[in-house]
């Protein structure tokens, strides 16, 4: 493996000397803080600079807590709309905001984990 690149998090991108596939380091602190590797498409070194991949653990953390949340309260729609500029949807019962912007206000203050950062790629989807 041929060291590519490197962000000041320690992510590190990687191609195989033998068939030129990409790889991208990151560390999964729910794993005990062990480093790992997964394959990513095809990116210039300066594309990947610029943006990461998503980590696959990251993902998997923020699904699982999400999840958790959404299993613990449910949304029901009331018949006013959200107040959100721009926002076409449903306001849910008992607040303002539709389910979308809800979430995300909590998330803005720290009560929900936020979406994990970087850029999706097959076979992943959020």
């Known amino acids: 493996m041929d060291l590519k690149a490197e962000v ?7 191609q195989c000397t033998a068939c030129g596939q990409l790889w991208q380091k990151s560390m999964a602190w729910n794993w005990g803080g062990q480093d ?6 095809e990116t210039s070194t300066s594309e990947w600079l610029n943006e990461q991949f998503m980590s696959p653990a990251e993902m998997l953390i923020y699904s699982a807590q999400m999840t958790d949340y959404f299993k613990k309260n449910q949304f029901i729609d009331s018949k006013t709309r959200c107040r959100k500029e721009g926002c076409d949807g449903m306001a849910v019962e008992q607040n303002v905001l539709c389910r979308n912007h809800f979430v995300e206000s909590l998330q803005q203050v720290g009560l929900l984990p936020k979406k994990p950062t970087g850029k999706l790629f097959e076979p992943y989807s959020m």
């Open 8 to 14: 000041n998090n320690g992510t590190t991108l990687y």
């Open 36 to 41: 790992y590797l997964f394959k990513i498409p």
